[in-house]
């Protein structure tokens, strides 16, 4: 049973450009959730998604980041413009449900800004 | 909001010796998770604790909620270099987001 995968692992934008990021959970997970750990930060949560519904937000800078989780295919965290502040580890995680549900995470994409 | 705070932030320890992680919440704990990091890698899921006074063991790493449900401890027994990484605590959040602690960097000298 594949884990979750997170494409790219690497990442390297110049100011402006966009960075999209990729996650597929876990075989039979239906939600997804990301975050950021930022240089020397802590993991600090970003969106929860479930199959093509955004369910909570709440740690989304409110402009230029975006994400989805379409019917089909892996969920997307979109980056526009990006500055280089954005430079960070971006992790997804699944779980097969919600209420406590064990959240199992990726491997990360690592995002370099220029 | 809740808030985690571990100890010792880092820890430098003999290989063989035994070692504690603490992890300390503003509020009642409900569903508390252990991670571990290697540096560039993900986060490897260890442990998850929800009754006050639970214990939870695997391999050489046993992990306790407190009765109170506001802190918990994560113990390694005769420590081994695989044991080398970043301990993160997280705790569930509102049922569906986990808020995590800094972090313990975890050194193990052979």
């Known amino acids: 049973n594949a884990g979750v995968m997170q494409n790219p692992r690497h990442l390297v934008r110049r100011r402006g450009q966009e960075a999209r990021l990729r996650c597929s959970p876990m075989?039979?997970?239906?939600?997804v959730y990301w975050y950021r750990q930022l240089p020397e930060e802590g993991l600090k949560f970003m969106v929860y998604l479930q199959k093509e519904n955004i369910i909570d937000e709440s740690g989304m800078p409110k402009e230029r980041f975006s994400a989805e989780f379409p019917k089909e295919g892996p969920s997307i965290l979109r980056i526009q413009q990006v500055v280089r502040g954005d430079s960070a580890a971006y992790f997804c995680?699944?779980?097969?449900?919600?209420?406590?549900?064990?959240?199992?995470f990726g491997p990360g994409t690592r995002l370099l800004v220029l | 909001s809740q808030e985690l705070e571990q100890s010792p932030q880092s820890l430098i320890v003999q290989e063989g010796k035994n070692l504690t992680i603490n992890c300390t919440s503003s509020?009642?704990?409900?569903?508390l998770y252990w991670y571990k990091q290697k540096y560039g890698e993900g986060l490897i899921f260890l442990m998850m604790l929800q009754k006050g006074g639970e214990e939870k063991s695997h391999e050489k790493i046993t992990a306790k909620l407190d009765e109170k449900k506001q802190q918990s401890s994560l113990h390694i027994t005769a420590s081994q270099p695989s044991h080398a990484g970043i301990y993160l605590c997280g705790a569930s959040q509102g049922a569906q987001k986990l808020v995590f602690g800094q972090g313990t960097r975890l050194t193990i000298n052979p």
């Open positions: 075989k039979g997970h239906s939600h």
């Open positions: 509020k009642t704990l409900y569903g």
């Open positions: 995680a699944s779980s097969h449900s919600t209420g406590h549900e064990t959240q199992y």
